[in-house]
């Protein structure tokens, strides 16, 4: 069983800045994405930064130059470091991975159990 556990949630003030951290464990040969999303209340879950295994990364608009995603590929872990929080920053934020489970032989889409950031004041 491949699990993705998510730390680093929390309560910040605007303006403020936090680290989320993912890890990944279980049978896993590989892993091609791995992304984070955010989904706020009412709203769709949205892509907010993404990486792949040779280090590209893409990031949603509204947070290009305030976060910055980093992965270890040999720890299989991914960062969201975020700076410049904003209200409209809170949501709960999940992980995502493509991983290659050994066990089933394949690709599948692993999603994290999410951690909630709160940007209030």
């Known amino acids: 069983q491949v699990q993705l556990v998510e730390s680093g949630g929390g309560l910040v003030q605007p303006g403020g800045s936090l680290r989320l951290s993912c890890a990944a464990s279980g049978s896993i040969l590989s892993i091609n994405d791995m992304d984070w999303y955010r989904q706020a209340p009412g709203k769709q879950r949205e892509l907010v930064a993404g990486t792949t295994n040779g280090g590209s990364t893409n990031y949603a608009d509204s947070v290009k130059g305030r976060f910055t995603i980093s992965r270890d590929n040999a720890k299989k872990t991914v960062n969201l470091q975020m700076n410049s929080l904003k209200p409209e920053d809170t949501a709960v934020y999940y992980c995502?991975?493509?991983?290659?489970?050994?066990?089933?032989?394949?690709?599948?889409?692993?999603w994290g159990q999410g951690t909630l950031v709160t940007v209030s004041s």
């Open positions: 995502y991975a493509d991983v290659f489970v050994t066990s089933q032989w394949q690709y599948l889409k692993v």
